[in-house]
């Protein structure tokens, strides 16, 4: 497992460098913050949906503990997305037009979405779906990192909760959960197939980030440029 585990390490610092890092940098305003946050909403529903499916696919009694530890402990979390969608762009989230959520606009986000999604189902070891968690919690914790310092940069951080440090804190009392009572799990040797195939799922699952952040810089250049 610490193989794979120093792989998911690498395809996180790569993430680090996806051009929406750069563009958020320049946000100076929550005006400028909401260009990118109507795209987000299908993943981030969507991923409540992977948390629930992934522990009910696990059997194993001490896997399970830790999917549903994940599940509950991210629990609730789009509410904070809804609502600070709703601050940013003054519209109740009953405004949301589903006819453009599922247009042609918001594929780059939905497609990338559906492909995390089924990784749950692809599995044909439950440790693979332990490693589909572990990749999507550190894609997070780069992107509300770098999220979390702009906001506070803009001096809004009080007004939100999804985008604020205060979700940062929260994803990072996760990993402290991990390290006290994962360590057996990152020190057991996994067979050689399991190893391949969790890497090429970590892989899979990083080349889904970079396309669905691919679609967050297409969003906010689209919007920039409409408000000039």
Known sequence: MKTVQAHIDLKQKAFENHQFFDVLKQMKSLKELDYFV???????????????????????????????HHRVEDAGH????????????????????????????????RDPAYAILAEVYKSES????IVLLFVIESSGHVFFGKVADQVDKIGEGSKLKYFARSHLDAELSHAMFEVEDEHALYAAPLPVKIRQDAIQLVDRCYDDFH??????????????????
């Open 38 to 68: 109507p795209e987000l909403t299908f993943w981030i529903m969507t991923f409540q949906d992977v948390l629930r499916l992934n522990e009910e696919r696990i059997t194993d009694p001490h896997l399970k503990m830790i999917a549903h």
């Open 78 to 109: 789009e509410l904070w997305f809804l609502h600070d969608r709703s601050y940013l762009s003054n519209k109740t989230t009953n405004d949301v037009d589903i006819r453009w959520l599922f247009g042609k606009e918001t594929r780059p986000m």
């Open 126 to 129: 439950e440790w693979l779906n």
């Open 211 to 228: 396309k669905m952040f691919d679609g967050l810089v297409a969003a906010c250049s689209h919007r920039l440029e409409l408000a000039r």
